[in-house]
């Protein structure tokens, strides 16, 4: 009889490659349990998780990740300054709805560009990890120093590793999140806007399916009190992501064409580029600004960028939390 239960599935198919899949989380590796005898430890991908697969909601700003300039957790993410020294912090949870069985995983965290997409894992850096890690039940949260890397602006992924909860992954990073509730990703940054004086954000676009081309949009939305008209966000797409948007028929939605290459976000509820073709394991660059008008000083905003396929659903995106500043 097939199981119904994908976790159990899983842990099945998994038990062939169990050695070298734990060789490489650096657990030993341990005689496969029971389903019901197995740990399932989750970390969520948002405020509504509970552990289930497949996830809903938003995957890629997940709370259970936040990078703090001390071993203290902090109350929201910290501007990370590039070159200078990090915690990461991640809450593990336990016990998810797969099982309740005891046992000592690894905790391990990578980090890539600031964007939407990334192939799992060769578009990934490895940061560190901590082994050995006993999780009670309830919450613990794990800190991991990082000396961020110099150059642009990064999202983070963590992922948790025991001998009967391992990931069952493939190369779409948004899949592997929204599958495996012991995989968490986290694309937040803190952007304190000046007034009158632009922020630049890096972030690259792209796909990161099997698939050949996929044709998506690249949406913007801004929930609770809009950044946009007590600032302003443009975002400049580069010449070769404005060829291709130019080649799909200029598409979109609230946006303004600001120059050549760049457009501004004009409609707080929702703006849409779109009709852009990428190729599998592409990432191709663009750049988001954000400028704070004198009405947006001390003021908090969020914004997300998230990239959408052609049938609407998500693949990725950045969330960005604005803070007015003189």
Same mark, same amino acid.
């Given at each position: 009889?097939?199981?119904?239960?994908?976790?159990?599935?899983?842990?099945?198919?998994?038990?062939?490659?169990?050695?070298?899949?734990?060789?490489?989380?650096? $657990?030993?590796?341990?005689?496969?349990? +029971?389903?019901?005898?197995?740990?399932?430890?989750?970390?969520?991908?948002?405020?509504?998780?509970?552990?289930? #697969?497949?996830?809903?909601?938003?995957?890629?700003?997940?709370?259970?990740?936040?990078?703090?300039?001390?071993?203290?957790?902090?109350?929201?993410?910290?501007?990370?300054?590039?070159?200078?020294?990090?915690?990461?912090?991640?809450?593990?949870?336990?016990?998810?709805?797969?099982?309740?069985?005891?046992?000592?995983?690894?905790?391990?965290?990578?980090?890539?560009?600031?964007?939407?997409?990334?192939?799992?894992?060769?578009?990934?850096?490895?940061?560190?990890?901590?082994?050995?890690?006993?999780?009670?039940?309830?919450? *613990?949260? $794990?800190?991991?120093?990082? *000396?961020?890397?110099?150059?642009?602006?990064?999202?983070?992924?963590?992922?948790?590793?025991?001998?009967?909860?391992?990931?069952?992954?493939?190369?779409?990073?948004?899949?592997?999140?929204?599958?495996?509730?012991?995989?968490?990703?986290?694309?937040?940054? +803190?952007?304190?806007?000046?007034?009158?004086?632009?922020?630049?954000?890096?972030?690259?676009?792209?796909?990161?399916?099997? #698939?050949?081309?996929?044709?998506?949009?690249?949406?913007?939305?801004?929930?609770? *009190?809009?950044?946009?008209?007590?600032?302003?966000?443009?975002?400049?797409?580069?010449?070769?992501? +404005?060829?291709?948007?130019?080649?799909?028929?200029?598409?979109?939605?609230?946006?303004?064409?600001?120059?050549?290459? #760049?457009?501004?976000?004009?409609?707080?509820?929702?703006?849409?580029?779109?009709?852009?073709?990428?190729?599998?394991?592409?990432?191709?660059?663009?750049?988001?600004?954000?400028? +704070?008008?004198?009405?947006?000083?001390?003021?908090?905003?969020?914004?997300? $960028?998230?990239?959408?396929?052609?049938?609407?659903?998500?693949?990725?995106?950045?969330?960005?939390?604005?803070?007015? $500043?003189?």
């Amino acid at each position: 009889m097939i199981s119904r239960n994908p976790r159990r599935r899983r842990t099945l198919i998994a038990s062939a490659a169990l050695a070298v899949a734990t060789l490489f989380a650096g $657990v030993a590796p341990a005689a496969q349990a +029971a389903p019901e005898a197995r740990s399932d430890v989750f970390i969520r991908d948002n405020g509504n998780d509970y552990g289930y #697969e497949d996830s809903s909601g938003s995957l890629y700003s997940s709370p259970d990740v936040r990078v703090c300039f001390t071993q203290i957790l902090c109350a929201t993410d910290d501007p990370i300054v590039q070159g200078g020294d990090a915690f990461i912090h991640v809450t593990l949870n336990r016990p998810g709805p797969y099982g309740d069985g005891y046992e000592k995983g690894n905790l391990q965290v990578w980090y890539t560009k600031q964007g939407t997409v990334a192939q799992w894992p060769n578009q990934w850096n490895y940061i560190g990890s901590a082994a050995d890690v006993d999780v009670p039940y309830g919450t *613990k949260t $794990v800190v991991i120093p990082w *000396k961020v890397p110099i150059g642009s602006h990064f999202c983070l992924l963590a992922r948790w590793l025991s001998p009967t909860d391992l990931p069952t992954e493939g190369l779409s990073t948004s899949i592997n999140t929204r599958k495996n509730n012991n995989i968490a990703w986290h694309n937040v940054n +803190a952007v304190p806007a000046k007034i009158k004086i632009p922020q630049f954000r890096p972030i690259v676009f792209g796909w990161d399916g099997r #698939e050949p081309t996929a044709v998506g949009d690249i949406v913007f939305t801004q929930p609770g *009190k809009p950044f946009t008209g007590p600032g302003r966000i443009t975002i400049n797409l580069g010449p070769d992501l +404005a060829a291709r948007w130019r080649a799909g028929g200029a598409k979109g939605e609230g946006i303004e064409r600001v120059g050549e290459t #760049e457009l501004a976000i004009v409609n707080p509820q929702k703006a849409r580029i779109s009709g852009l073709t990428f190729k599998s394991g592409e990432q191709v660059p663009a750049q988001l600004s954000f400028t +704070a008008g004198a009405e947006a000083l001390g003021g908090k905003y969020t914004v997300h $960028v998230t990239q959408v396929d052609q049938r609407g659903n998500e693949v990725g995106g950045v969330e960005y939390r604005i803070t007015g $500043v003189q």
